[in-house]
């Protein structure tokens, strides 16, 4: 989908500034996304493009880019650096930015979204958004991208052990990867747009995405089980390039922070109404869903929070206070 487009491209705009050696404020503002358009990070970062550009009015026009048109996470955040696209919705490969947000990947931290908008006030944009500004990156809010869960195509997934040796696509995060192992599965980073095909061909036996994100590609019509682990609660960052943002006029800095938050409480909203319907619609699809044994991977996950400990700085830190935020 796209939203009015009027004079000068954003890109052509990047590089007339990149030519005379300083950003410039784009009178067109790109929105792009990797995600399925019918995902909630589709659908969030629609809305996004909607209602900025109803806040800036006539003076500037919003383009708004889904279904990984014009690239997937990695390639958009180099965008975002390069000028070339404004805005963006990152995820799991933040960690791949800055180690410590991998917070979000330690298992069963997040206990509902009441506690993630805490950790958001609290930690990310207090302590983690400074170490994307390091990257050249500036992290406005987090959204919901959602609990995560586990479909497969040979068993329902109860406890670790229903794992082994099981093939599952994971997103490109050093810590999702250890954590399956941990659990006994295969794990395997792949491109989001690359996973259907990889399901349906049996080139992967399975994969982990909040229920927006299943739905949203349709894993539903070549994956069978579905079990509700809810073992990660996965943001997803609304991130522009920190050069971009200084570039911007305060009248446009402030209509996006507006709009950032009215949609952070939008999305988080959204993602809560669907966990419940979603499972109804994947069943009428012929999903069979069973509720995994929480206690079970909470134990078999000790040691994927004592490697962050170990191997981040102030990895303990950060999870004593995330967790002290639930309270």
Same mark, same amino acid.
């Given at each position: 989908?796209?939203?009015?487009?009027?004079?000068?491209?954003?890109?052509?705009?990047?590089?007339?500034?990149?030519?005379?050696?300083?950003?410039?404020?784009?009178?067109? +503002?790109?929105?792009?996304? &990797?995600?399925?358009?019918?995902?909630?990070?589709?659908?969030?970062?629609?809305?996004? !493009?909607?209602?900025?550009?109803?806040?800036?009015?006539?003076?500037?026009?919003?383009?708004? +880019?889904?279904?990984?048109?014009?690239?997937?996470?990695?390639?958009?955040?180099?965008?975002?650096?390069?000028?070339?696209?404004?805005?963006?919705?990152?995820?799991?490969?933040?960690?791949?930015?800055?180690?410590?947000?991998?917070?979000?990947?330690?298992?069963?931290?997040?206990?509902?979204?009441?506690?993630?908008?805490?950790?958001?006030?609290?930690?990310?944009?207090?302590?983690?958004?400074?170490?994307?500004?390091?990257?050249?990156?500036?992290?406005?809010?987090?959204?919901?991208?959602?609990?995560?869960?586990?479909?497969?195509?040979?068993?329902?997934?109860?406890?670790? !052990?229903?794992?082994?040796?099981?093939?599952?696509?994971?997103?490109?995060?050093?810590?999702?990867?250890?954590?399956?192992?941990?659990? &006994?599965?295969?794990?395997?980073?792949?491109?989001?747009?690359?996973?259907?095909?990889?399901?349906?061909?049996?080139?992967?036996?399975?994969?982990?995405?909040?229920?927006?994100?299943?739905? &949203?590609?349709?894993?539903?019509?070549?994956?069978?089980?579905?079990?509700?682990?809810?073992?990660?609660?996965?943001?997803?960052?609304?991130?522009?390039?920190?050069?971009?943002?200084?570039?911007?006029?305060?009248?446009?800095?402030?209509?996006?922070?507006?709009?950032?938050?009215?949609?952070?409480?939008?999305?988080?909203?959204?993602?809560?109404?669907?966990?419940?319907?979603?499972?109804?619609?994947?069943?009428?699809?012929?999903?069979?869903?069973?509720?995994?044994?929480?206690?079970?991977?909470?134990?078999?996950?000790?040691?994927?929070?004592?490697?962050?400990?170990?191997?981040?700085?102030?990895?303990?830190?950060?999870?004593?206070?995330?967790?002290?935020?639930?309270?």
């Amino acid at each position: 989908m796209k939203i009015l487009r009027t004079g000068m491209t954003a890109s052509l705009m990047a590089c007339v500034a990149a030519l005379a050696g300083a950003p410039v404020a784009a009178e067109t +503002y790109i929105v792009a996304v &990797g995600a399925a358009s019918n995902s909630l990070q589709g659908r969030s970062a629609a809305k996004f !493009a909607e209602d900025l550009r109803a806040e800036l009015g006539d003076a500037h026009s919003v383009e708004f +880019y889904a279904d990984g048109q014009l690239g997937d996470e990695k390639e958009l955040m180099q965008k975002l650096r390069l000028g070339t696209v404004q805005f963006t919705l990152v995820s799991s490969i933040m960690t791949n930015v800055a180690p410590e947000f991998a917070l979000f990947d330690m298992p069963f931290l997040v206990q509902d979204r009441t506690h993630l908008k805490a950790i958001d006030a609290e930690i990310v944009q207090k302590q983690l958004a400074p170490k994307a500004e390091d990257a050249g990156l500036k992290v406005l809010s987090t959204w919901e991208n959602g609990f995560r869960q586990i479909t497969n195509n040979s068993r329902p997934i109860n406890t670790p !052990a229903d794992l082994d040796g099981l093939k599952i696509r994971t997103p490109s995060s050093e810590w999702r990867v250890a954590m399956f192992k941990e659990w &006994g599965a295969n794990p395997t980073p792949m491109s989001f747009s690359e996973v259907f095909v990889a399901l349906q061909t049996g080139t992967m036996d399975g994969q982990e995405n909040p229920l927006t994100n299943i739905t &949203g590609a349709n894993f539903q019509e070549v994956q069978k089980p579905l079990s509700l682990t809810g073992h990660v609660y996965s943001p997803t960052y609304l991130t522009t390039g920190l050069q971009t943002w200084n570039a911007l006029p305060d009248d446009v800095k402030s209509a996006v922070s507006s709009v950032a938050a009215t949609v952070q409480d939008w999305s988080l909203a959204q993602g809560e109404a669907a966990d419940n319907a979603l499972v109804d619609k994947v069943k009428e699809a012929g999903m069979e869903v069973n509720v995994a044994d929480k206690k079970a991977f909470i134990a078999a996950s000790a040691p994927i929070y004592e490697a962050f400990a170990n191997k981040v700085e102030g990895g303990a830190e950060l999870v004593n206070s995330a967790q002290a935020l639930a309270n």
